[in-house]
């Protein structure tokens, strides 16, 4: 699995956190056949920006990517055995059109703009979420989120577009 660690303090102790991309594995799937069914149609990034699900990381301009169909919590509804129901939502990420070497040191990534921090439960329902507006209220939202020991994983998204970004686990 391709993660990244964080460690948020939590009195008395630290609460280890996992920052976790796009597997390659799962990536390897999308660009053959998304979870739309639908065929990736890679590209070259003429600009470079996009977020790339795979490294947690924005392109570089002339790398090629590709938009493609994710459903996250059904993935990880099929992985935990659970029922993700009317929760299962998918949307459009971006990758690498070719493997790419995942996420390079640990650290929240996209923080630079205001992002949803979405809770779900271990039965796949959402159980609330929290905006965070600053680079220095992920952590302490994150926090919040994990002191609450029903939360099971948390999705982080962008406001702009409600698009999935990354989930953070528990350790």
Same mark, same amino acid.
């Not at 609460?15 to 890679?42: F, H, I, W, Y």
């Not at 459903?71 to 459009?92: I, K, N, S």
């Given at each position: 699995?391709?993660?990244?660690? !964080? $460690? %948020? #303090? &939590? =009195? *008395?102790? +630290? @609460? /280890? !956190? $996992? %920052? #976790? &991309? =796009? *597997?390659? +594995? @799962? /990536?390897?799937?999308?660009?053959?056949?998304?979870?739309?069914?639908?065929?990736?149609?890679?590209?070259?990034?003429?600009?470079?920006?996009?977020?790339?699900?795979?490294?947690?990381?924005?392109?570089?301009?002339?790398?090629?990517?590709?938009?493609?169909?994710?459903?996250?919590?059904?993935?990880?509804?099929?992985?935990?055995?659970?029922?993700?129901?009317?929760?299962?939502?998918?949307?459009?990420?971006?990758?690498?059109?070719?493997?790419?070497?995942?996420?390079?040191?640990?650290?929240?990534?996209?923080?630079?703009?205001?992002?949803?921090?979405?809770?779900?439960?271990?039965?796949?329902?959402?159980?609330?979420?929290?905006?965070?507006?600053?680079?220095?209220?992920?952590?302490?939202?994150?926090?919040?989120?994990?002191?609450?020991?029903?939360?099971?994983?948390?999705?982080?998204?962008?406001?702009?577009?409600?698009?999935?970004?990354?989930?953070?686990?528990?350790?």
């Amino acid at each position: 699995m391709t993660t990244a660690t !964080l $460690r %948020v #303090r &939590a =009195v *008395p102790t +630290q @609460v /280890v !956190l $996992r %920052v #976790r &991309a =796009v *597997p390659p +594995q @799962v /990536v390897r799937e999308l660009l053959v056949r998304d979870d739309a069914g639908r065929p990736a149609a890679p590209s070259v990034d003429d600009e470079g920006g996009a977020p790339l699900r795979c490294c947690l990381r924005r392109s570089g301009p002339g790398e090629r990517i590709a938009l493609v169909t994710y459903a996250p919590l059904r993935r990880w509804a099929a992985e935990t055995g659970v029922d993700p129901g009317a929760y299962d939502e998918q949307g459009p990420v971006f990758l690498h059109a070719e493997e790419c070497a995942g996420p390079e040191g640990d650290g929240l990534p996209f923080t630079s703009a205001h992002r949803v921090l979405r809770r779900y439960s271990a039965d796949g329902r959402i159980l609330g979420g929290r905006l965070v507006q600053a680079p220095a209220d992920f952590a302490p939202a994150l926090r919040e989120a994990y002191a609450d020991p029903a939360v099971a994983l948390v999705h982080v998204r962008a406001v702009e577009y409600g698009c999935f970004l990354y989930e953070v686990r528990r350790g």
